[in-house]
């Protein structure tokens, strides 16, 4: 191997190594696992092939965590989609202090999750909470309500921290892509007549569809294994009602203590976590193919 | 712009427009800092308000003076600095590799990186917990920043790529006709050049180190190496309903994030969108 190659690889190989060691490596030695009847604190087990993934298809529990996953998913990510986008396009005017506002609306992003649960917490407190006063005080609601103990409501409960602390990220992204968007185009529309309306569906929209794509998958991934703030809040729910299958799988492994079975939770997670990511994969590289041949 | 005749008005209608969502979305972060100067009996109130009447310092005090806490603050910054220091180091590496030298199979390494970055940590939890275990780094910080590692690095090398690659290689090959070697050259053009990219990961790793939870959780048992994450859901169980105290809390663990934040908010921003729209 040439002395440059080998030198770059010297220079690669910590990080590469830590990487893999930290993230590739444990996915699989996960799968491994799944395969066996490990429990926490034992170090004999054995192997016990796909008993576990059929214990799962027979678990009530897992299919509701499941349904939970997908309702939360797919609500939240909607959610941060439109907020960050009304939020890019508002940012995208041209206003005083622009940057200034940009760079606050981004703090929800930084705040850890314990400090937004400990203060949503806080919020909806039914005796001393913030929402239950105005909500009662102007008689939008007879009696407060406990959110977090609320079967049905508690989900709702989860979610409002949830987007409020994904909706930068998202608000960026389209930020980004807005900003790159030719001026010129909207100088040809404007010559040409074109009402505000019309400027938005014919020409933003259709140039911000990359970035819709992307941001969605990313949500979506990133919704779906969502956990500090779900545990932190609820730890479940009241009555399993906001369990999802990151909290099941935790559960499985640390509290019930079955190695086995959560890795294999965590397995089935990452196979449906793979096949979205693969869809982003062939998205980006189709897009970034049709450029080059355009 | 809305009005464009007026331009006074539609700049005064965008900003208190602006000031409202913004007023709205940040009110959380609002009233934790507005209720940790509260003295209790403005805290537990059935009409609760904004702005104190009398401002204290109380809970800080108490927080202090609490056994637990000054040792709480010590782990997290502990954590964080660790984590910050080998994330720069390793990805400043990999990423100055990755742009400047002849990596075998690049393209293959890059796509693996994202890839990992994708990753929920909820999946490797497991195995990584029994790797600690066996490297007997259990209930030890260098433990928990080892596991943070896997988070940082990949999006530390994908910002640094970004950056480094917005750089003009004019600079590179006139400090080579100037006759320094390749390591001088790295000292002395490369590292002034791409010292606000390394602040911004630094930054961005410091940020993850302190207010990680789970890994935290799991692989931290004893009392005395709990990081500030773990201290203050500790203090939530414990002081249950002492929202001065609980949010005086969150106020110092939000602070070195936030003046942090002011700093390299600039450069989160292209970094971000430097690897999302190259991607």
């Known amino acids: 191997m040439k002395r440059k190659e080998l030198i770059s690889l010297i220079f690669v190989i910590p990080a590469l190594a830590a990487i893999f060691a930290l993230t590739l490596y444990p996915i699989l030695r996960g799968i491994d696992i799944s395969l066996t009847d490990k429990l926490l604190s034992y170090d004999k087990y054995s192997y016990i092939g796909l008993e576990n993934y059929i214990n799962i298809l027979k678990d009530d529990m897992f299919w509701l965590a499941l349904q939970h996953t997908a309702v939360i998913t797919i609500i939240s990510s909607i959610i941060i989609l439109i907020l960050s986008l009304a939020l890019a396009l508002l940012l995208n005017m041209k206003f005083p ?66 987007v409020w602390k994904e909706y930068p990220f998202a608000m960026l992204t389209f930020l980004a892509s807005l900003q790159s968007i030719d001026k010129n185009l909207y100088e040809a529309a404007k010559i040409d007549g074109a009402s505000k309306l019309q400027v938005f569906k014919e020409i933003t929209l259709p140039l911000l569809k990359p970035a819709f794509v992307i941001l969605g998958i990313l949500e979506i991934i990133w919704m779906f294994s969502s956990f500090d703030t779900i545990f932190l809040l609820t730890r479940g729910g009241p009555d399993n009602s906001t369990i999802t299958l990151s909290i099941y799988t935790y559960m499985q492994a640390f509290e019930s203590t079955e190695f086995g079975y959560g890795s294999a939770l965590a397995t089935i997670m990452f196979l449906i976590l793979f096949a979205v990511s693969i869809v982003y994969f062939i998205f980006v590289n189709r897009e970034s193919w049709s450029k080059k041949t355009s | 712009m809305i009005f464009k ?52 310092l109380v809970h800080y005090k108490a927080l202090f003076a609490t056994g637990e806490y000054p040792t709480y603050l010590f782990n997290g910054l502990f954590v964080a600095f660790f984590t910050t ?66 988070f940082t690095l990949p999006f530390g090398i994908w910002m640094l790529k970004g950056f ?76 249950r309903t002492d929202y001065g105290l609980l949010t005086a809390a969150c106020v110092i663990m939000i602070i070195p994030i936030v003046i942090f934040f002011i700093y390299i908010q600039k450069y989160l921003v292209s970094g971000l969108t430097a690897g999302t729209t190259k991607a």
């Not at chain 1, 609320?150 to 409960?157: I, Q, V």
């Open chain 2, 5 to 56: 005749k007026n331009k006074l008005l539609n700049n005064v209608l965008m900003l208190v427009l602006v000031s409202t969502i913004s007023y709205v979305l940040l009110f959380p972060v609002i009233v934790g800092i507005f209720t940790s100067f509260k003295p209790t009996s403005e805290v537990i109130t059935l009409t609760p308000t904004l702005i104190p009447k009398h401002w204290t």
């Open chain 2, 164 to 239: 480094f690659e917005s750089i003009p290689s004019d600079i590179l090959d006139a400090a080579r006709i100037d006759g320094c070697s390749y390591f001088s050259a790295l000292r002395k053009v490369i590292i002034p050049v791409t010292l606000p990219a390394m602040a911004a990961v630094g930054t961005f790793s410091f940020i993850l180190g302190w207010s990680e939870y789970i890994f935290a959780s799991i692989i931290i048992t004893s009392n005395s190496n709990r990081t500030i994450t773990l201290g203050l859901y500790t203090l939530m169980g414990y002081y």
């Open chain 2, 85 to 150: 220091i080998a994330t720069i180091m390793l990805a400043s590496l990999a990423a100055v590799a990755i742009v400047w030298m002849k990596v075998p199979a690049k393209k293959q390494i890059l796509q693996l990186i994202l890839f990992t970055y994708m990753f929920p940590r909820i999946l490797i939890i497991v195995p990584l917990f029994m790797m600690l275990y066996k490297l007997n780094l259990i209930d030890n910080k260098f433990g928990v920043v080892l596991s943070y590692l896997c």
């Open chain 1, 97 to 162: 202090l622009r940057k200034f506002f940009r760079g606050i609306l981004m703090i929800p992003w930084v705040v850890p999750s314990v400090v937004s649960v400990l203060i949503f917490r806080w919020i909806y407190n039914d005796y001393y909470g913030y929402i239950n006063y105005i909500l009662v005080k102007y008689h939008i609601l007879d009696q407060a309500v406990n959110i977090l103990a609320d079967e049905k409501l508690a989900w709702l409960g989860v979610i409002i921290p949830i």
